[in-house]
């Protein structure tokens, strides 16, 4: 059980290029986050999704576009990368009908736009 | 104002000392409210929720004052092994959106 995964760790991109980040739980769980965080802003959500086939945006989601084709999936996408995305980006899951809210969280991505 | 409110902190305290964070909401609408802890350059965890007759496990003590709109975290008997940062949050929706402070710095010193 490796619970939430989330693929690259690091990436350096140059402004303008795109990428996908992937994330993965084995834990089928319908409910499925992508936040970013930075120093002095603390946690904030980009997309989420409630289940498998919808996303919703969040807080802050000019910039990026999503996808939850399969229920153990999140993609986050990045059409055109500029320098204001260099964030760590976490991805999180729970269940839908967990009482406490708890979101595991994958590892991360450190991202450097230049 | 800030939807959830912490003082950043840094906290220092020696081992053995007894710390206490507190953190304030503004939606009176909140329905359920927690601690995380997120060590260095690693993902936030779930350490406690928080409860209206308030809990406890082990160390840690959890508080709610639905009326004063604040929860707070009390550690006894600090290890070095608590020195993380502790993110207050709160969710107001079903769709299990959460709201995140900031978070509260610790660094408990030898």
């Known amino acids: 059980n490796a619970g939430v995964t989330q693929t690259p760790k690091f990436r350096v991109l140059k402004t303008g290029q795109s990428m996908t980040l992937l994330c993965a739980q084995d834990?089928?769980?319908?409910?499925m986050y992508w936040y970013r965080q930075d120093p002095g802003m603390g946690l904030r959500l980009i997309h989420y999704s409630v289940g498998e086939g919808t996303t919703a945006k969040g807080e802050v989601p000019d910039g990026y576009n999503v996808s939850r084709l399969k229920k153990q999936n999140f993609l986050l996408g990045l059409e055109s990368a500029a320098p204001s995305q260099t964030s760590v980006y976490f991805c999180a899951s729970t269940e839908r009908t967990s009482g406490n809210n708890e979101q595991f969280f994958g590892p991360g991505t450190r991202l450097t736009v230049l | 104002r800030k939807e959830v409110e912490q003082d950043p902190g840094p906290f220092n305290v020696p081992e053995g000392a007894t710390v206490a964070f507190n953190c304030t909401y503004s939606?009176?609408?909140?329905?359920?409210f927690f601690w995380y802890r997120q060590d260095c350059r690693k993902e936030p965890k779930l350490l406690m929720s928080v409860y209206s007759s308030g809990n406890e496990d082990g160390r840690f003590t959890a508080q709610l004052n639905r009326a004063s709109q604040y929860i707070s975290l009390l550690i006894r008997d600090s290890k070095l092994s608590d020195s993380a940062t502790y993110l207050c949050v709160v969710n107001i929706g079903n769709n299990r959106k959460l709201i995140w402070g900031l978070g509260t710095s610790l660094a408990v010193n030898p």
């Open positions: 834990m089928n769980h319908e409910y």
């Open positions: 939606n009176s609408a909140s329905q359920s």
